[in-house]
């Protein structure tokens, strides 16, 4: 608790006694309550004193009160009491406590008797103390700020008032969208996001708040993304949330919030309508392959999506394939081709398509789903499926269908049915599902599926069979407490007619937040298969595949990165080799605010033993993996020592040698924005130790980006491979040769050309129409533009609630519009430098048009700020006259404003009128006011000079003057 007066209380209080002491008068005066509480919105604050009179003679006189500064005390210090001998009154005590008292203070007021002589008789001391009263606001200059078109950074100003009684320790927290940087005004990055701010009584405190978007692509730099008009959408509105938090550390539940948006903007801005845009898109891509070697491919793609309006839309793709060679000549591959409908509530599609249910169903066929209400309906039917990556010629078909019900909003169920015609191999299948998905809560979700098929082969008539097989699986994900859960659960019969067929598996994961960003997890993976394969007429068990994984993970979180130790153990199992692994491993990857940059690092090390190859010790089993990502430069580096998969183990079971490999891998984009180019270098290594096999591919995409709207792509690549001597038994033995494997060097260049265009035909019966506003400077004012007038960029357009930025050029563009009436709104970004749009420029559109704003000058209005100090002034200290804002209200009640700067001096741009110019005194010492804080002016003239003084001036203080009789 703060105690201001404390001193000069203690010290009134020693001084009364002590001449209570000498003058012995038996005189007394005692407050009734010695300890109060009050609050500043309290008007009166008040308390009783006793006198009491034990001398023999009535008493005659007067009570005068101490109070602290700025307090107003009713009672009438100069009314005369009288008490009679032996005896007591009661004297009532009034004050009005002043609207600055601070809070959170104890304040002593003390109450002294004198006689009518002027003598003191007695004193008595009242301890007030004022509650704190914390009212503080937060608030933003603008809820959304349009970055200018030219540059990835703006700012915002953030505003504290505190409104209270007592200072307040604030902690004010930045939670930006992931790809935006914040700063404070000289563009250093807030440490942690926050920074700590103390707001004085009655002054607001405001700071500047810069933010970058940190996926900048930088003009000419060597290593970018792709450009522009490749790799984003123009019509695309980027949207960069800002969440500001403050709060009071030492009370919780004072946090107060505020959220900014900042928009990216685009030159250009396509409408939504009923009817869907006029054009129909599309893009048409021919490709060459292997133009330098004997067989080569040649592949032609027709695609693109058009827009009908109401969330409908129609995608079509057509991809034809020839291929020529030397052997067969010249042949037409089967063309891909794709069709597809979509709505909100209904999606039908032919072609290429797939789709999971439980069976991947994928190949030529048609599908369709539905939704009415709460059901979603859905069939397919798919032919000549893609089996093991190869075209069968119509011998596998599937046909399926599913139900689907919505319970609640979290809630769904769904029923599936597939059948399945394997033509090829006289099988006839049936699987039927369920799944329930369901939120229990809201951090408890979980899903179930179960199934059933029946499995017919008709292969031999006479030995017709039939086999069953079912299936579950069980999902749970959650939290409790600082617990993260997730578990997964399958089984499947050895027949069961679904991908997971014969399987096993068990899933989980749990992960516990500790203090200090640090948190430890377990992982435990089970899962093992053994399919019972059914292939014309014949059964077969497939081979046990088994691979279990026990992972204890720890995890630290540092603004600098992550570190994690992981100990491992696995058993696998296949081919009927089984190996286990014990292990730990140790990565890294870094954090910062630097998202360009990124590195991961990430080291495991460990030994593997064979179980039933005792003469085998265990071998040490290791690997490195370190990937770098600067900009868009990515590069992987992978040592392996020991096998990199359980196949490998195959190396050191038949030919006892452990084996090693090397992987390096590198890829980037440059792009020479000038001159429409760009280069995609690709590099990749590997080696192998057992095979003594370095393999090479060095391969680059140029691409140029020709203004006609053609892309021209040039690929190139190098495949080279050197194999070295090698003893390997096991292959040597199966090619029936002696020695080492036969050393040799091969290398081969292909050579891919392509050729893009992007074509847009007219959609028939549908009409849509384009305006172009181009914003300019209106140097004589005659509201059309001139020779030499010039075009003004960043200025913020809106025509029925769309917006755009102009360009370099000084225009926005917006397309599919609808015949209709129009306005449009203008609205200059950053500094004006002293011109003003004009009012809502109205537009009936009937075909396409240029709309041409013009920006009028405006008048600047100077003035300053200036503090008058009394005769007798408290002010001892400098005042602040920064931020002070100065308005210019108009006849149509626009405002025009600014802030002062540290001298107090101010500048203000306004259009011709006649204005009120106001001083706001929100902020300003509460022992100041403005002498007059509006004048009237009538702006009418560009070469005047008008300038205006605001005077600040102390408040009226009552000064008590006391006079002392030395007689």
Same mark, same amino acid.
């Given at each position: 608790?703060?105690?201001?007066?404390?001193?000069?209380?203690?010290?009134?209080?020693?001084?009364?006694?002590?001449?209570?002491?000498?003058?012995?008068?038996?005189?007394?005066?005692?407050?009734?309550?010695?300890?109060?509480?009050?609050?500043?919105?309290?008007?009166?604050?008040?308390?009783?004193?006793? /006198?009491?009179?034990?001398?023999?003679?009535?008493?005659?006189?007067?009570?005068?009160?101490?109070?602290?500064?700025?307090?107003?005390?009713?009672?009438?210090?100069?009314?005369?009491?009288?008490?009679?001998?032996?005896?007591?009154?009661?004297?009532?005590?009034?004050?009005?406590?002043?609207?600055?008292?601070?809070?959170?203070?104890?304040?002593?007021?003390?109450?002294?008797?004198?006689?009518?002589?002027?003598?003191?008789?007695?004193?008595?001391?009242?301890?007030?103390?004022?509650?704190?009263?914390?009212?503080?606001?937060?608030?933003?200059?603008?809820? #959304?700020?349009?970055?200018?078109?030219?540059?990835?950074?703006?700012?915002?100003?953030? +505003?504290?008032?505190?409104?209270?009684?007592?200072?307040?320790?604030?902690?004010?927290?930045?939670?930006?969208?992931?790809?935006?940087?914040?700063?404070?005004?000289?563009?250093? /990055?807030?440490?942690?996001?926050?920074?700590? @701010?103390?707001?004085?009584?009655?002054?607001?405190?405001?700071?500047?708040?810069?933010?970058?978007?940190?996926? +900048?692509?930088?003009?000419?730099?060597?290593?970018?993304?792709?450009?522009?008009?490749?790799?984003?959408?123009?019509?695309?509105?980027?949207?960069?949330? @800002?969440?500001?938090? /403050?709060?009071?550390?030492?009370?919780?539940?004072?946090?107060?919030?505020?959220?900014?948006?900042?928009?990216?903007?685009?030159?250009?801005?396509?409408?939504?309508?009923?009817?869907?845009?006029?054009?129909?898109?599309?893009?048409?891509?021919?490709?060459?392959?292997?133009?330098?070697?004997?067989?080569?491919?040649?592949?032609?793609?027709?695609?693109?999506?058009?827009?009908?309006?109401?969330?409908?839309?129609?995608?079509?793709?057509? #991809?034809?394939?020839?291929?020529?060679?030397?052997?067969?000549?010249?042949?037409?591959?089967?063309?891909?081709?794709?069709?597809?409908?979509?709505?909100?509530?209904?999606?039908?599609?032919?072609?290429? %398509?797939?789709?999971?249910?439980?069976?991947?169903?994928?190949?030529?066929?048609?599908?369709?789903?539905?939704?009415?209400?709460?059901?979603?309906?859905?069939?397919?039917?798919?032919?000549?499926?893609?089996?093991?990556?190869?075209?069968?010629?119509?011998?596998?078909?599937?046909?399926?269908?599913?139900?689907?019900? +919505?319970?609640?909003?979290?809630?769904?169920?769904?029923?599936?049915?597939?059948?399945?015609?394997?033509?090829?191999?006289?099988?006839?299948?049936?699987?039927?599902?369920?799944?329930?998905?369901?939120?229990?809560?809201?951090?408890?979700?979980?899903?179930?599926?179960?199934?059933?098929?029946?499995?017919?082969?008709?292969?031999?008539?006479?030995?017709?069979?039939?086999?069953?097989?079912?299936?579950?699986?069980?999902?749970?994900?959650?939290?409790?407490?600082?617990?993260?859960?997730?578990?997964?659960?399958?089984?499947?019969?050895?027949?069961?007619?679904?991908?997971?067929?014969?399987?096993?598996?068990?899933?989980?994961?749990?992960?516990?937040?500790?203090?200090?960003?640090?948190?430890?997890?377990?992982?435990?993976?089970?899962?093992?298969?053994?399919?019972?394969?059914?292939?014309?007429?014949?059964?077969?068990?497939?081979?046990?595949? &088994?691979?279990?994984?026990?992972?204890?993970?720890?995890?630290? +979180?540092?603004?600098?990165?992550?570190?994690?130790?992981?100990?491992?153990?696995?058993?696998?199992?296949?081919?009927?080799?089984?190996?286990?692994?014990?292990?730990?491993?140790?990565?890294?990857?870094?954090?910062?605010?630097?998202?360009?940059?990124?590195?991961?690092?990430?080291?495991?090390?460990?030994?593997?033993?064979?179980?039933?190859?005792?003469?085998?010790?265990?071998?040490?089993?290791?690997?490195?993996?370190?990937?770098?990502?600067?900009?868009?430069?990515?590069?992987?580096?992978?040592?392996?020592?020991?096998?990199?998969?359980?196949?490998?183990?195959? &190396?050191?079971?038949?030919?006892?040698?452990?084996?090693?490999?090397?992987?390096?891998?590198?890829?980037?984009?440059?792009?020479?924005?000038?001159?429409?180019?760009?280069?995609?270098?690709?590099?990749?290594?590997?080696?192998?130790?057992? @095979?003594?096999?370095?393999?090479?591919?060095?391969?680059?995409?140029?691409?140029?980006?020709?203004?006609?709207?053609?892309?021209?792509?040039?690929?190139?690549?190098?495949?080279?491979?050197?194999?070295?001597?090698?003893?390997?038994?096991?292959?040597?033995?199966?090619?029936?040769?002696?020695?080492?494997?036969?050393?040799?060097?091969?290398?081969?260049? !292909?050579?891919?050309?392509?050729?893009?265009?992007?074509?847009?035909?007219?959609?028939?019966?549908?009409?849509?129409?384009? %305006?172009?506003?181009?914003? !300019?400077?209106?140097?004589?004012?005659?509201?059309?533009?001139?020779?030499?007038?010039?075009?003004?960029?960043?200025?913020?357009?809106?025509?029925?609630?769309?917006?755009?930025?102009?360009?370099?050029?000084?225009?926005?563009?917006?397309?599919?519009?609808?015949?209709?009436?129009?306005?449009?709104?203008?609205?200059?970004?950053?500094?004006?430098?002293?011109?003003?749009?004009?009012?809502?420029?109205?537009?009936?559109?009937?075909?396409?048009?240029?709309?041409?704003?013009? @920006?009028?000058?405006?008048? #600047?209005?100077?003035?300053?700020?200036?503090?008058?100090?009394?005769?007798?002034?408290?002010?001892?200290?400098?005042?602040?006259?920064?931020?002070?804002?100065?308005?210019?209200?108009?006849?149509?009640?626009?405002?025009?404003?600014?802030?002062?700067?540290?001298?107090?001096?101010?500048?203000?741009?306004?259009?011709?009128?006649?204005?009120?110019?106001? /001083?706001?005194?929100?902020?300003?010492?509460?022992?100041?006011?403005?002498?007059?804080?509006?004048?009237?002016?009538?702006?009418?003239?560009?070469?005047?000079?008008?300038?205006?003084?605001?005077?600040?001036?102390?408040?009226?203080?009552?000064?008590?003057?006391?006079? !002392?009789?030395?007689?």
């Amino acid at each position: 608790m703060t105690v201001i007066g404390a001193l000069i209380g203690i010290l009134t209080i020693s001084q009364v006694n002590a001449q209570s002491n000498v003058l012995n008068t038996g005189f007394r005066l005692d407050f009734l309550k010695s300890r109060e509480t009050a609050s500043v919105d309290d008007e009166v604050v008040s308390n009783v004193v006793k /006198a009491v009179n034990n001398t023999s003679k009535p008493i005659r006189f007067s009570v005068d009160l101490a109070s602290p500064q700025g307090w107003k005390v009713i009672n009438d210090v100069n009314k005369i009491h009288t008490v009679a001998s032996k005896d007591s009154m009661f004297i009532p005590i009034r004050l009005v406590p002043s609207r600055e008292t601070a809070g959170n203070v104890n304040y002593f007021i003390s109450a002294t008797a004198y006689s009518e002589f002027g003598n003191a008789l007695a004193s008595t001391p009242w301890t007030l103390e004022i509650k704190k009263i914390s009212a503080w606001k937060l608030s933003v200059s603008d809820r #959304q700020v349009v970055f200018p078109n030219d540059s990835d950074s703006s700012q915002v100003r953030v +505003r504290l008032q505190n409104n209270g009684n007592a200072v307040e320790d604030i902690r004010v927290t930045f939670t930006p969208d992931v790809k935006l940087q914040v700063m404070d005004e000289n563009g250093k /990055a807030f440490r942690d996001n926050t920074t700590l @701010l103390k707001l004085p009584v009655g002054i607001d405190t405001s700071f500047m708040v810069k933010v970058k978007v940190l996926d +900048r692509k930088e003009k000419g730099y060597f290593f970018t993304d792709r450009p522009d008009d490749e790799n984003t959408n123009l019509d695309e509105k980027r949207l960069f949330r @800002l969440q500001i938090q /403050a709060a009071n550390p030492e009370n919780k539940k004072q946090v107060k919030g505020r959220r900014v948006d900042f928009v990216k903007l685009s030159e250009k801005v396509k409408f939504e309508n009923d009817k869907g845009s006029s054009i129909i898109p599309l893009s048409v891509e021919l490709n060459s392959y292997n133009l330098l070697s004997n067989f080569t491919n040649f592949t032609l793609d027709f695609k693109g999506e058009a827009d009908l309006g109401r969330q409908r839309h129609v995608r079509y793709n057509y #991809q034809a394939i020839v291929t020529s060679n030397v052997v067969s000549g010249t042949d037409f591959l089967p063309s891909n081709r794709f069709l597809q409908y979509a709505s909100p509530k209904l999606l039908v599609a032919a072609g290429n %398509i797939g789709e999971n249910m439980g069976l991947l169903l994928n190949g030529e066929g048609v599908k369709a789903q539905a939704r009415l209400g709460k059901f979603e309906i859905g069939g397919i039917y798919v032919g000549n499926s893609n089996r093991n990556g190869r075209l069968a010629a119509n011998n596998l078909k599937f046909y399926g269908a599913r139900l689907g019900y +919505r319970l609640k909003r979290n809630s769904n169920i769904e029923v599936q049915m597939v059948n399945r015609k394997d033509e090829f191999n006289f099988k006839d299948g049936d699987l039927y599902r369920l799944k329930v998905d369901h939120r229990i809560s809201k951090y408890h979700n979980i899903g179930l599926a179960a199934g059933i098929s029946n499995e017919t082969d008709t292969f031999d008539p006479d030995s017709v069979f039939e086999v069953s097989g079912y299936g579950a699986e069980l999902r749970y994900g959650g939290r409790v407490g600082k617990l993260n859960i997730a578990l997964t659960g399958n089984y499947s019969s050895p027949s069961f007619l679904a991908l997971q067929r014969g399987s096993k598996s068990g899933n989980v994961n749990l992960r516990y937040t500790l203090k200090d960003n640090r948190s430890v997890s377990l992982r435990a993976a089970i899962n093992e298969s053994r399919p019972v394969s059914i292939i014309r007429g014949f059964t077969f068990d497939n081979d046990l595949r &088994r691979r279990n994984i026990y992972e204890l993970r720890y995890e630290w +979180r540092t603004e600098f990165g992550t570190v994690r130790l992981f100990p491992r153990y696995t058993d696998e199992e296949l081919l009927g080799l089984q190996i286990q692994n014990s292990g730990a491993g140790l990565s890294y990857s870094s954090g910062g605010k630097r998202r360009d940059f990124r590195l991961f690092s990430k080291f495991f090390a460990g030994f593997s033993k064979v179980p039933g190859y005792e003469d085998i010790d265990p071998y040490l089993v290791a690997q490195w993996e370190n990937r770098l990502k600067y900009k868009n430069l990515n590069a992987v580096v992978r040592y392996n020592y020991g096998p990199a998969s359980i196949t490998d183990n195959f &190396r050191i079971v038949n030919d006892g040698l452990n084996p090693q490999s090397v992987f390096i891998s590198a890829f980037a984009t440059m792009y020479f924005r000038k001159i429409g180019l760009s280069i995609r270098p690709r590099f990749n290594s590997s080696y192998e130790s057992v @095979l003594a096999r370095w393999r090479v591919t060095a391969s680059q995409d140029l691409s140029y980006y020709a203004k006609s709207g053609y892309t021209f792509t040039l690929g190139t690549e190098l495949l080279m491979i050197n194999q070295g001597e090698s003893p390997l038994t096991s292959l040597n033995a199966q090619q029936g040769v002696d020695g080492v494997l036969s050393t040799f060097k091969q290398s081969n260049f !292909f050579l891919r050309i392509g050729v893009k265009k992007d074509f847009a035909f007219r959609r028939p019966g549908v009409k849509s129409y384009k %305006i172009k506003v181009a914003v !300019f400077k209106d140097l004589d004012g005659n509201g059309v533009r001139d020779s030499g007038e010039d075009f003004v960029q960043n200025v913020l357009i809106k025509i029925n609630g769309k917006s755009a930025i102009t360009g370099a050029t000084g225009s926005a563009l917006f397309e599919n519009l609808n015949m209709g009436s129009y306005s449009i709104e203008s609205q200059v970004l950053g500094d004006s430098e002293g011109w003003f749009n004009p009012d809502d420029t109205p537009l009936v559109l009937a075909k396409d048009e240029t709309v041409f704003i013009p @920006l009028t000058r405006g008048v #600047q209005i100077n003035g300053r700020v200036i503090v008058q100090k009394a005769t007798y002034s408290a002010l001892v200290e400098e005042v602040d006259l920064d931020e002070i804002r100065i308005s210019a209200v108009g006849e149509d009640e626009r405002v025009y404003s600014g802030l002062t700067d540290g001298s107090g001096g101010f500048r203000i741009f306004v259009p011709f009128g006649k204005y009120t110019i106001r /001083a706001s005194g929100a902020g300003i010492d509460k022992r100041l006011q403005f002498a007059q804080d509006n004048y009237s002016l009538e702006i009418n003239n560009s070469n005047a000079n008008y300038q205006l003084t605001f005077y600040l001036i102390e408040k009226n203080r009552r000064i008590n003057i006391k006079k !002392f009789d030395n007689n």
